[in-house]
């Protein structure tokens, strides 16, 4: 298959928000040529879907004007590549990364010598969303460190974990890798990632615990899920803020993320709105990750003001 470049030239400041763009149209990897001067390159798949992809970019990149006057500048150049340019093309920017104090990223086709400590993820993210290197999938692996950790004064109870919007699988990864008892839903409503992500939990030979579905929150049971995993946008989290809180058991934890700082206030909202207490948030780079709890019946809501 051929893919579609498409080259954008963006001020600066919204170089996070336009990668994140992109890779909600679907492009597999951003290549991001020069900080300064901020032009970003995407490759999707030239498909029945690319028009679609690029119409929904263009309003999405219209959009965000709003919030980075200088973005009515930006530019948009298109060209043909081959399926193998496209490969080399990102997998030239995709090395091992350590993404938080222990979980290293490393692209299947490297070579990597594991420190003592390291718990390293096998990633082969293909067209998915979901290397590592992102901002949002960083900050939710952190949190997922966090967590799971033994002295973490907020640990999630025991019991299964859900990913919503999995990607190429890598947080869901992240879990089974960090605690050996833990088995994780993973979902997602592409069919793309969910092949993608399958074969990487095969790689990292967690298939027993890791199960990957075509599916999206809404249709979970509820009160079942000890934690839940949420790295998609604003949008979604805001839309999605009750199915979250519904499938959430008493005392779980949801690590949610994608959320550009500007929309972390009414993501708060909604969240919050719904009865769960925000337990804090990270951020890197203008994007943000909020914790947030379940309360247990009777639980003060001291949490919420954090
Ligand atoms: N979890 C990965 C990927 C995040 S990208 C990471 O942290 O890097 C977000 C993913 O959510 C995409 O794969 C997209 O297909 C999926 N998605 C978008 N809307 C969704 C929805 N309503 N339900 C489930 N998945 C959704």
Aim: charge should be negative; aromatic fraction near 6%.
């Amino acid at each position: 298959m051929d893919y579609i470049e498409v080259r954008l030239t963006v001020p600066p400041e919204a170089l996070e928000a336009v990668a994140n763009l992109l890779n909600e149209q679907g492009s597999g990897g951003v290549a991001i040529d020069d900080e300064r001067e901020a032009t970003l390159r995407a490759y999707f798949p030239d498909d029945e879907r690319l028009e679609e992809r690029l119409k929904t970019l263009r309003g999405a990149l219209s959009d965000l004007v709003a919030f980075f006057p200088g973005m009515a500048e930006w530019r948009e150049e298109r060209r043909r590549v081959h399926e193998e340019d496209w490969a080399n093309a990102w997998r030239q920017f995709y090395h091992a990364t350590h993404v938080g104090r222990r979980l290293v990223v490393v692209p299947t086709w490297e070579s990597y010598q594991p420190g003592i400590e390291d718990v390293v993820i096998r990633m082969d993210p293909g067209m998915a969303f979901g290397t590592g290197t992102h901002p949002s999938t960083a900050l939710a692996m952190r949190w997922i460190e966090t967590v799971l950790d033994e002295g973490s004064s907020l640990r999630p109870p025991r019991g299964e974990v859900l990913d919503v919007g999995t990607g190429s699988g890598i947080l869901a990864i992240a879990v089974a890798l960090l605690d050996p008892g833990r088995s994780v839903r993973a979902l997602d409503i592409d069919p793309v990632a969910v092949r993608v992500a399958r074969h990487n939990v095969e790689e990292n030979r967690v298939g027993d615990r890791v199960r990957v579905a075509l599916g999206e929150v809404g249709a979970e049971p509820a009160g079942v899920y000890a934690l839940v995993l949420a790295n998609l946008t604003a949008d979604l989290l805001a839309e999605n803020a009750a199915h979250f809180a519904r499938v959430l058991a008493p005392g779980g934890l949801l690590i949610a993320s994608g959320i550009v700082d500007v929309y972390a206030e009414e993501v708060r909202r909604h969240l919050t709105g719904e009865g769960l207490l925000w337990q804090g948030a990270r951020s890197e780079s203008g994007w943000v990750a909020p914790l947030l709890e379940k309360p247990r019946p009777g639980q003060a809501p001291s949490g919420s003001q954090g």
